[in-house]
């Protein structure tokens, strides 16, 4: 158990998620290149990219990292809205009078790895025990920047009965 390179339960039921969130990148990459993002607007295109790209690296970096309960939670929330953007594209591209088919399936695939990042991360989160410490980073840098030494307390002194009457 204190071995450095063990995973506790949790974390190796992390695992997937992670798996998902990059294969997700990629999926949306591919998605991002086959021309679904028509015409963006400078800032509404900053948000599109910063939404598929940036926030599932986050998500990935933070579990890795930091592996708390609440990052995959957040990667539950991020799958959960990605996933209403994702049928909602299905529903205006297919409502098209010559859908594209190459962006129907890249999209269909983007909601399934959004569902399987909702199921495998909220089993993730129910299986976090109580007390459960995470595990030591692997990267020594980060070390002290997640789990800093706090430092002794100063000693107390003791007073006796007889130091009161001086």
Known sequence: MGNRGSYSASMKASRPVIALLVALV???GLLFEAGSATSLATIRGGILLGFLFVVPIL???GTLLLRQRWVIMAAVMYSTIALALDLAT????ASQASPRPLILALTL??????????????????SFRTGESPLTPSIPIFSPLLHPKRPDPPPTRSHSAGSLNE
């Open 26 to 28: 990629m999926l949306e």
């Open 59 to 61: 998500l990935v970096a």
């Open 90 to 93: 299905i529903v205006q591209e």
């Open 109 to 126: 695939g983007s909601s399934l790895l959004n569902f399987l990042i909702m199921i495998f991360g909220g089993r993730c989160a129910l």
